[in-house]
């Protein structure tokens, strides 16, 4: 069984502020350059650092876009590090990680940790509840029974109690995550074909099963939710959605990828969805999933065989960058910043725009527009130009299902060919 490294990242909105014909990807310095460690988890703290999980061997941090990379201070029985699996950010800032059998704690954006929590069972998922800010966190015995237990802390992760002990071989859990309704969702791994999701609606006491029509034949390797959109990534089968609860799944995995693991999903706040597909690169979708975007120019690729070195793991930074880091085949941030707001109406302060149809099947109209039309540009997501007019009116009817981007007065909306 191939080993999940889960994450969490904080994510913004996925617009490019500017367009251009570069790659989006461009390389950092390695927080780590040496053969045989890479990057595992990231996330972004508040104030910019992007933290980095070195695999088996420390936590690394930059203030300075990747230019400089420093070594956190650990301290406590939890030194010595086993493998960061997972970085998560409570509402006030603190920082904790998973490695081993411990928890970690950061309340200084990552430049110290401290020891939070040892467990008898390693610790395999965390997750806090963004409501108010109880802790769960998902360990396991590493013996032939598997036997796994959910957790909860109500004091910021000072103490431990036990809750649910009901999962064991071969219904093997690997991954948590929490909605705003307090729902706490649950993938489980492939044992006997026995990947499921199940969901809890009394803070974990009992789980039922919300598998329904996702492919249960494999297991779970990442969740992550967005309103009422629950996203699952598979250990083979592709990324999945559903927008009721799980009582319907669908496929959303990017077109022309069969056997995808997914490595990492990570959610702008209106929705954004970025995927990290283990040897086919980073996809984008700005509908759900319904339609993506190849995003890995910029990234390494295998040689001879030229598949892409798929990262691991993925972070935003809030003033707009993307950064990647892949196991041992470098460090990755976006070449541009990535916009904070995602616009159907775009707002200026003499008008506003509107678009409509959107999505549309072939003509886009421009309501809103002055006798005098600013020159209107169409582009693709790599930043090629595809139109450029005075109209008020836009025929996509030539252009491929996906994603666009019309750039009015100097101001940038998506639109969507359906």
């Keep these: ?10 994510v913004v909105n996925t617009m490019f502020s500017s367009i ?11 927080p780590y350059p040496y053969s045989g460690y890479g990057t595992v988890a990231m996330i972004a703290a508040k104030n910019d650092n992007i933290i980095a999980g070195i695999n088996g061997t420390m936590i690394a941090y930059t203030a300075t876009n990747g230019v400089q990379w ?25 920082i904790y990680a998973t490695t081993g059998s411990y928890i970690l704690k950061s309340t200084d954006n990552c430049v110290n940790w401290s020891t939070n929590y040892s467990f008898n069972e390693r610790v ?10 109880d802790m769960f966190v998902l360990t396991r015995k590493e013996d032939y029974t598997y036997a796994t237990f959910l957790y909860k802390s109500i004091d910021n992760g000072n103490t431990w109690n036990v809750i649910n002990t009901t999962f064991s ?5 690997t991954s948590i995550a929490i909605a705003s309704d307090n729902t706490i969702y649950m993938g489980t791994t492939w044992f006997q074909d026995k990947g499921q999701v199940y969901k809890s609606i009394d803070n974990g006491i009992t789980f039922s099963s919300v598998t329904g029509s996702l492919l249960s034949t494999v297991g779970v390797s990442i969740i992550k939710i967005h309103n009422n959109d629950i996203y699952v990534g598979t250990e083979g089968k592709g990324l999945w959605r559903s927008s009721d609860k799980g009582a319907n799944w669908v496929d959303v995995t990017p077109a022309l990828i069969e056997d995808a693991w997914v490595n990492d999903i990570v959610i702008s706040s ?11 690169g980073v996809y984008q979708s700005l509908d759900k999933g319904n339609t993506w975007t190849n995003i890995s120019e910029g990234l390494k690729t295998h040689a001879p065989t030229s598949t892409v070195r798929t990262p691991e793991c993925m972070a935003i930074t809030s003033d707009g960058y993307l950064y990647a880091g892949t196991n041992d085949f470098g460090t990755y941030r976006s070449a541009s910043k990535i916009s904070t707001t995602d616009y159907k109406e775009i707002h200026s302060d003499k008008t506003t725009f509107k678009l409509f149809p959107n999505p549309t099947s072939d003509v886009i109209y421009i309501e809103g527009l002055t006798d005098i039309v600013p020159t209107v540009k169409l582009y693709n997501l790599q930043g090629k130009e595809l139109i450029q007019t005075t109209d008020k009116q836009i025929d996509l009817s030539t252009f491929g299902k996906g994603v666009y981007m019309l750039q009015i007065d100097g101001q940038m909306v998506k639109v969507v060919k359906k």
């Design 20 to 30: 251009s014909a570069q790659a989006f990807w461009t390389t950092v310095t390695d």
């Design 270 to 280: 209106s929705g954004t969805v970025f995927v990290s597909v283990d040897y086919e």
């Design 169 to 173: 071989y071969p219904i093997v859990p």
């Design 1 to 10: 069984m191939k080993k999940i490294f889960l994450l969490t990242t904080l």
């Design 124 to 133: 395999f998922d965390i997750a806090i509840n963004p409501n108010n800010g």
């Design 70 to 94: 420093a070594s956190a201070t650990i301290t406590g029985d939890g030194r010595t590090i086993a493998g960061i699996r997972k970085f998560i950010m409570a509402g006030n800032g603190d």
